[in-house]
């Protein structure tokens, strides 16, 4: 009897719960709705789970007729992009002057036991709610750390309310915020390290291309090549092969974006085969509709698996991120729709069967290249009449924004997908444009400073796209900013007298590091 009525009790307990979680999802969502429809009103194709809606219509955007798009990106790497600039590439940000990097100071907090990750992150606050207790043996030691910890927490981990969190300050579990605490893997610094590169810029034939490899050309000076982001308060693991093939064992990692995402790709598949050949790696671009059109130089994209552990990695040009779409599918001089509302259709066609998901654009938000890849911008089904959103910034800032809100609201019907926005890749042309002799010629490392202080990332609007989202910021842009030698610089393989990549950069080189940040919080 007296256990007949404890069960009712738990019950009625279920049930209450239950209940007050409905109610929040109600208030929530009535709270969200008013806003997005008067808004943002193409939003409502946003929300809506467009996969589904789409996810039987045919590829549209990315039949054959894109190639020809595609093949402008390359040419056209470089063009003038103002408005970019001034919103990214200058932003300013604290960079010091090198100073003794193996202070004892740090060795110290280097070997900080801290070991944060995604998952951790995740469970944060479900711990908190259920009032799990403290592991014996973590008892706070540093208040001062405790209350630091708890700040990074609060800022970088927008999930978390603050409320809660503060409920640390008491000490009674302030250690189970110092064991999960997220870092800020942008901030910290370049230390120089003899095991690097992670693979020969010789070698990754297969994956690399020519036109990035720097070490194939005329290129003497290969400094920038040996060193290794430390973040300031996170352990960083070392990139290891076969872990990371164990830890993406049946699982995909597909990047989405211009070509500095390409870059991305390609050093990953160097860093993951270690620059060899590997006979186990197959190509599987045809599961994802990545074969080459009849006319086209170049597919839109490729995948690989390797088959040892079956991980497929993938990348898929998309340099705006929206849907592009042919207005006269007969012509093949057609303007296309470049819905700023509507994500790419392979996203939306492919996102269920992504684990990892790497986005970004950036560098084709100019006037330039809308007009010589004949992207009409459309917003809501037809072609914008927002004055708002009529300048190239704003119609960015409002595609990003709008991006990731999908990405946000997809989320929880793929929860094995974990999201990342990129931010900017850095720009280094010196006195002048790429197009006006600008220029990055220098050879010395890190002549600007090794150290990025601030907390806050450069790229503002992808920073502000994904808070309070759990899409998560992959934020590279500032430790960039201090490789102005990394760049492909006067040694493209299409070398025009006068005419510099400072946007593109070698590889092996920078972006590893974005791939080592990737795979620290994996
Ligand atoms: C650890 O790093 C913090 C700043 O990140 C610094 O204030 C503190 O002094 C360092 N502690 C040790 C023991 O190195
Ligand atoms: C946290 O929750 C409280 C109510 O429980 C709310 O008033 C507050 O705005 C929330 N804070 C954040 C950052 O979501
Ligand atoms: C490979 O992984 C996928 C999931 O990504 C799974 O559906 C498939 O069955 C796996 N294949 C093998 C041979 O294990
Ligand atoms: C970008 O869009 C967001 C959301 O609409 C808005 O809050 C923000 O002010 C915009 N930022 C810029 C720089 O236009």
């Not at 390290?193 to 490899?213: I, Q, T």
């Not at 990139?239 to 597909?254: G, I, N, P, W, Y």
């Not at 671009?285 to 079956?310: C, D, I, M």
């Not at 006067?490 to 080189?509: E, M, R």
């Amino acid at each position: 009897m007296k256990r007949w009525l404890y069960g009712l009790k738990g019950k009625q307990l279920s049930l209450t719960l239950v209940a007050m979680a409905c109610t929040t999802i109600l208030i929530w969502a009535w709270e969200k709705t008013p806003l997005l429809t008067t808004l943002l009103p193409p939003q409502s194709l946003l929300s809506i789970p467009s996969s589904e809606i789409l996810m039987g219509t045919p590829l549209v955007s990315a039949t054959s007729s894109n190639s020809d798009v595609y093949v402008k990106e390359d040419l056209s790497y470089a063009e003038p992009n103002k408005e970019t600039i001034t919103e990214h590439g200058e932003q300013s940000f604290s960079v010091v002057a090198p100073t003794n990097m193996n202070s004892p100071e740090k060795s110290k907090n280097d070997s900080n036991p801290t070991r944060p990750s995604f998952e951790k992150k995740e469970i944060l606050p479900n711990a908190l709610r259920e009032g799990l207790t403290l592991k014996p043996g973590l008892e706070e030691k540093d208040g001062s750390e405790q209350v630091k910890n708890v700040e990074v927490v609060a800022t970088m981990v927008h999930k978390i309310n603050t409320s809660s969190v503060k409920g640390k300050d008491d000490g009674s579990s302030g250690t189970l915020v110092e064991e999960k605490a997220p870092c800020n893997y942008a901030r910290g610094r370049w230390v120089v390290d003899n095991k690097r590169p992670l693979y020969s810029g010789f070698g990754c034939k297969r994956w690399l291309s020519e036109m990035w490899a720097c070490r194939l050309t005329q290129r003497t000076d290969f400094s920038y090549e040996s060193f290794r982001w430390q973040p300031e308060n996170c352990e960083m693991p070392n990139f290891e092969e076969s872990k990371f093939l164990r830890r993406m064992q049946d699982k995909t990692v597909a990047f989405v974006g211009d070509s500095l995402g390409r870059q991305q790709f390609q050093s990953l598949m160097c860093m993951v085969t270690g620059g060899k050949d590997r006979p186990d790696v197959i190509d599987v671009g045809k599961e994802y509709g990545l074969v080459k059109a009849r006319h086209a130089t170049r597919p839109e994209g490729w995948a690989y698996r390797f088959q040892s552990t079956n991980t497929t990695i993938l990348y898929y040009w998309s340099a705006s991120l929206c849907d592009l779409e042919p207005l006269n599918i007969k012509d093949p001089a057609t303007d296309y729709a470049m819905h700023l509302d509507r994500p790419a259709a392979f996203l939306r066609r492919y996102l269920h069967r992504f684990d990892v998901l790497v986005l970004n654009t950036g560098h084709h938000w100019n006037r330039g290249k809308l007009r010589a890849n004949r992207w009409i911008m459309h917003v809501g089904g037809v072609p914008n009449t927002n004055g708002k959103l009529a300048t190239i910034g704003s119609a960015k800032n409002f595609t990003i924004y709008s991006v990731v809100k999908w990405l946000d609201l997809q989320l929880p019907k793929h929860p094995q997908l974990r999201s990342f926005f990129r931010t900017i890749s850095p720009r280094h042309f010196f006195n002048g444009e790429w197009d006006s002799g600008g220029s990055c010629e220098n050879t010395t490392p890190l002549a600007g400073g090794k150290e990025v202080l601030q907390e806050k990332s450069s790229d503002t609007v992808a920073e502000g796209a994904v808070k309070g989202t759990n899409v998560k910021l992959l934020d590279i842009t500032a430790l960039s900013k201090l490789r102005d030698e990394g760049h492909i610089s006067k040694y493209s393989i299409k070398a025009t007298p006068g005419v510099q990549d400072c946007l593109h950069w070698c590889l092996p080189g920078i972006p590893d590091t974005w791939n080592e940040i990737l795979f620290a919080q994996l």
